[in-house]
């Protein structure tokens, strides 16, 4: 089931963040995603969704699918031995007309009964260990307050399947896929998710090989053969653990060019160097551009040289982030502010910091 | 005295017609097979002297001149080659090892020539050097495993220092060359050259003449056995010091310079006695375990107070691996593998060919292996031995090398030909010798032209190939073997090269 | 005026600039030619002293207070106006040998193949590259 190859695709990516916490539903995104339907070709479309579950919002909400629902019990037992399954459910899914058999998809939410500080350590091995050891199941999301929803099928009709539009959401992200062969397997749709990042990207990252190897360095094992799970789990890494912050993932993955750094002022200089050289097993090489989602923002950029399109736009308090301009147009007609994303930038907007005119937010039930 | 039963490896045919007889093959051959007249305008040859260096055929004006290996005759036997007869016989002669200059010459699988590169096509773009940057810049040093970063508001406080780096402009440099083995002006080419392209030379370990300390920013210095020359102000005056422990034409054995050879600018470098041999022992003596190479890493950082890094070179053998991993340990801020087809300028034949394995195998193995052990941005890899052309390069990094060191490649680029005969001090290009007449016949002004003539060729070349992949920064290339397949090669073999089968897609 | 120069250190005594200097002068400028089948054989403008293993290639230094154009009876040997080399019309040229006593160089050769003229370096006639320079392998003659 699982596919093996490292399938190239073009894509189209969309992303709606409310800075004010409003709650939406999924229509809009699937509005949005459906605009671009000639970006993909049926063979792959997802959804990932923040703040839809505000009961369970302090659990790890896991979305699963099961290929083989007999393989039910393994992954639950492994869930077990760290957390407590406070509820699970399967994910509700409604037939419509052009898909009509989809796998098993359960959600569990999970209490975390260990130590606090390996808390998220813990659940990515979980995630690992279920990922790579247990054939017939395949974990999608992982995160709090956030769930991904994806399958094979244009966007448009996954957004259906799943119902999108009885969730709410204050951020939503979208992904519409055109991969060059036969994709085939639900798992290996997009967005990507682990703990709470959900990622989707449109490119193919010719430096791939390399950051496989690097994130190896760091116990981060790819089985996905997908660009956008190297690209989730180097945003994991640097972001969470190295604790650099999102507006500088530019500096390493589409960093500078040495010629511009040298003519950086000190102590940029120092800063950014440093950045290249320890890290460039994470340069992230070849065309792209990527929408990342996390709790309470969403941030999008662009390769090096700029070789995929990526559009950001603000209207009130909403931030949109698209493959095209159309895409947002068609959710939001008239809007404060437009901009396309110029090569490794990143443009990044958080829940209650400011809307468009610069202005603080008031935040309701992030 | 006994006839030889050894016969002349070389044909030399002279065109009557076209020979002019103006004996400038006589005056270019050291090894005398040539014999003008006085009287007559005739020129004879000697061909048992001849070692095929080819000196005379490149001056002769008339191109009068053929230089051949001569068909020898013996009936054709597939267990017993010439090779093995004419080894006996000489040996039956002499008594003694079979001496050899540069790497070994057997036909030993290449691997770069098994391993095909990638490019992009439609799904990503690939890029124009020409119309865009392509960044070759690499820095060897240790890299730590991740930036202490600490958040002022909104600025960053970086508290990790960079370990010392050595900064390339092309992932290539001139590997370690011993003045004594090479003479002064082939040395001041590959010095110049350095400092010309941006990248660096090694002193080998010979010591380094006084002239050359202004060229310190770009030299690596070398530690090794005989510790020859080697002092406060050698070890300081260098941008990075390397240690030497093994080299891949001659693992396990030490060093030769012949007396001949040590004249008396050499013996002053080396601080030696005028035409003594200088001869370094197999082991340091100081080294008898991976803790000692420990102590004098640390020694000779503390000598050049941290400032630089220090490289360990070992060969590649069979457990290269293994071993890597311990000098990594030890403190190394670059390891330096050298591979079974690394020259010299004299080892004997029987280890030069028979001893190590190829750099290929011993790269891939290690670069892994540093991985799985989560320790391989503690030390850049370094790869000799065998590098011909920019594609191996390229090979190289994608199969995990930082940066590659050319020996031969870069003595070729100086007009070697590839005789074998570095040994002998004979060297008819000027090179390998510290003869006066044959040192002169290198310019250092054309051979340091030549040199970084080659080596902006080749980071043309690689950045060809870099913008068909659709990258534009080596160090997306460096380690990166989904971007390597391999032709022609067993299951077994692929998998120590950790590359895929050509077809198999991703 | 440009001149010739000699790099001692890296002349390697192939006497290849004197060979091509020869055919340079020579009346078909071919070298096969110019050695096996022309009579009298042309010579050299240049030659290459040799001691142990210093060698040097030495032509006429076209000096600016050129003894010989001063000694010459006839203004044979005189400076061009165009160029500044020192040339030796043939045509006025008695052989006298003046010129060759007075070179400090012992660059002038005596022509006595037809009839007794001084001979030297032209410079190849007033080329971008003399033909010595041109033909040396190892640059140990430059034209600047
Ligand atoms: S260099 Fe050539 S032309 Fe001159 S003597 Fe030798 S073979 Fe003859
Ligand atoms: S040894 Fe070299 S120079 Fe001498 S004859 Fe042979 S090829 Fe010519
Ligand atoms: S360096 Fe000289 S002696 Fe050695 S192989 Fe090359 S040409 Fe022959
Ligand atoms: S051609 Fe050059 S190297 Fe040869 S003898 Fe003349 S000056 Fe010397
Ligand atoms: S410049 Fe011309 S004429 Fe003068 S020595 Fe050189 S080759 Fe002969």
Redesign the interface.
């Given at each position: 089931m699982r596919d093996p190859f490292r399938i190239p695709s073009g894509c189209a990516v969309s992303g709606i963040l409310n800075l004010d916490g409003t709650h939406v539903s999924g229509e809009k995104i699937i509005r949005s995603i459906e605009v671009m339907h000639e970006r993909s070709n049926g063979l792959g479309g997802g959804f990932a969704a923040y703040g839809i579950y505000p009961e369970y919002a302090e659990l790890y909400a896991f979305h699963v699918l099961y290929d083989d629902p007999l393989t039910a019990k393994d992954v639950e037992a492994i869930l077990k031995r760290s957390c407590t399954i406070e509820h699970s459910e399967e994910i509700p899914c409604k037939e419509t007309e052009n898909i009509q058999n989809w796998p098993v998809f359960k959600r569990y939410f999970l209490r975390y009964r260990g130590r606090s500080d390996c808390e998220d350590d813990e659940v990515v091995r979980m995630v690992m260990e279920v990922n790579s050891g247990i054939h017939g199941a395949y974990i999608v999301s992982s995160g709090k307050n956030m769930g991904v929803f994806k399958g094979v099928g244009y966007p448009e009709d996954i957004g259906k399947l799943f119902q999108l539009e009885e969730y709410q959401g204050y951020c939503w992200i979208a992904h519409g896929r055109f991969p060059t062969n036969s994709a085939g397997w639900w798992g290996g749709a997009h967005p990507f998710g682990l703990l709470s990042w959900s990622v989707v990207h449109n490119g193919e990252i010719s430096s791939y090989g390399i950051n496989r190897r690097y994130l190896q360095n760091f116990g981060y094992v790819c089985n996905l053969q997908t660009d956008t799970e190297v690209i989730t789990y180097l945003v994991d890494l640097l972001v969470r653990k190295h604790n650099i912050r999102i507006p500088y993932l530019g500096a390493v993955f589409a960093s500078p060019f040495w010629e511009q750094i040298e003519k950086m002022e000190e102590p940029k200089k120092e800063f950014f160097t440093s950045l290249r050289t320890i890290y460039g097993g994470a340069l992230l090489n070849g065309p792209f551009s990527i929408i990342v989602g996390f709790p309470g923002g969403m941030f999008g950029m662009v390769d090096r040289i700029k070789l995929r399109p990526m559009l950001a736009a603000w209207k009130d308090s909403t931030f949109f982030l698209s493959s095209e301009e159309c895409a947002i147009r068609e959710i939001a007609p008239s809007l404060d502010r437009l901009v396309a994303l110029r090569a490794g930038e990143v443009i990044s907007e958080r829940v209650g910091e400011r809307n468009s005119h610069g202005q603080k937010l008031t935040v309701s039930g992030v | 005295m006994a006839r030889s039963l050894l016969f002349p490896e070389f044909k030399i045919e002279r065109d009557k017609e076209r020979c002019i007889a103006c004996q400038v093959c006589v005056r270019q051959c050291a090894n005398d097979v040539h014999e003008g007249s006085d009287t007559e305008d005739t020129v004879v040859s000697q061909e048992e002297k001849c070692v095929g260096c080819q000196r005379c055929v490149n001056l002769c004006p008339t191109n009068a001149l053929t230089v051949q290996t001569r068909k020898d005759g013996f009936r054709p036997n597939g267990n017993w080659e010439d090779r093995h007869l004419r080894g006996i016989y000489k040996q039956a002669e002499t008594g003694g090892i079979l001496l050899t200059g540069m790497g070994c010459d057997r036909l030993y699988p290449v691997y770069w020539d098994h391993l095909l590169l990638n490019a992009s096509q439609v799904t990503n773009p690939s890029i124009d050097p020409l119309r865009e940057p392509i960044e070759l810049t690499t820095y060897l040093g240790k890299k730590e495993e991740k930036l202490d970063i600490h958040w002022e508001g909104d600025s960053p406080v970086v508290r990790t220092r960079l370990a010392p780096q050595l900064g390339l402009e092309v992932p290539v440099i001139f590997s370690a060359m011993s003045y004594g083995s090479i003479s002064y002006n082939a040395f001041r080419s590959l010095a110049e050259a350095a400092r010309e392209a941006g990248t660096f030379c090694n002193s080998g370990e010979g010591g380094l003449h006084p002239d050359f300390y202004p060229f310190g920013e770009n030299i690596i210095v070398q530690v090794a056995s005989g510790r020859f020359g080697v002092h406060r102000d050698y070890l300081r005056v260098a941008a990075a010091v390397e240690i030497k422990i093994g080299q891949g034409a001659k693992p396990g054995i030490g060093g030769h310079l012949p007396g001949e050879k040590v004249s008396k600018e050499i013996s002053r470098t080396r601080k030696i006695p005028l035409e003594s041999d200088a001869i370094s022992p197999a082991p340091h003596h100081d080294i008898y375990s991976i803790e000692d190479l420990e102590r004098l890493v640390f020694a000779i950082k503390e000598a050049i107070n941290y400032e630089k890094p220090v490289a360990v070179k070992i060969a590649a053998v069979h457990n290269v691996a293994a071993i890597a991993s311990g000098v990594v340990r030890a403190g190394a801020d670059i390891v330096t593998i050298d591979g079974i087809r690394g020259g010299t300028g004299a080892a004997p034949q029987v280890i030069r060919d028979n001893v190590g394995i190829p750099i290929e195998l011993a790269l891939a193995q290690v670069d892994e292996r540093l991985r799985l052990e989560g320790i391989r941005h503690h030390s850049s890899l370094l790869i000799a031995g065998g590098i011909r052309s920019s594609a191996d390069v390229i090979k190289a990094i994608a199969l995990g090398a930082d940066a590659v060191y050319v020996g031969t490649a870069a003595l070729v680029g100086l007009g070697c030909h590839l005789c074998q005969k570095c040994y002998t001090g004979k060297c008819n290009w000027g090179i390998a010798t510290q003869d006066p007449v044959l040192t002169k016949r290198l310019n250092p002004n054309i051979g340091r032209r030549r040199l970084v003539n080659l080596l902006r060729a080749w980071a043309f070349e690689i950045k060809e190939m870099l913008g068909g992949m659709g990258v534009n920064a080596i160090e997306s290339l460096r380690g990166n073997r989904e971007h390597l397949r391999a032709v022609g090669l067993s299951r077994e073999e692929c998998s120590v090269l950790g590359v895929k089968a050509a077809g198999e897609g991703w | 005026m440009k001149h010739i120069k000699i790099?001692e250190?890296?002349?390697?005594?192939?006497?290849?600039c004197e060979?091509?200097c020869l055919v340079k002068h020579s009346h078909t400028g071919k070298?096969?030619k110019a050695?096996?089948e022309e009579s009298p054989r042309a010579f050299p403008r240049i030659r290459v002293e040799e001691e142990g293993?210093l060698s040097f290639a030495l032509q006429c230094r076209h000096c600016e207070d050129a003894p010989c154009v001063e000694n010459c009876m006839t203004g044979a040997m005189r400076r061009d106006k165009e160029n500044a080399t020192v040339l030796c019309d043939e045509e006025k040229c008695v052989g006298c040998w003046m010129c060759i006593m007075s070179c400090p160089c012992g660059v002038i050769k005596r022509e006595k193949k037809t009839r007794r003229i001084a001979s030297k370096c032209d410079l190849c006639g007033g080329v971008d590259e003399p033909v010595c320079v041109a033909?040396c392998?190892?640059?140990?003659l430059t034209y600047e």
């Open positions: - | - | 790099h250190e890296y002349c390697i005594g192939c006497r290849l060979i091509n070298i096969i050695f096996k293993c033909h392998p190892n640059e140990a």
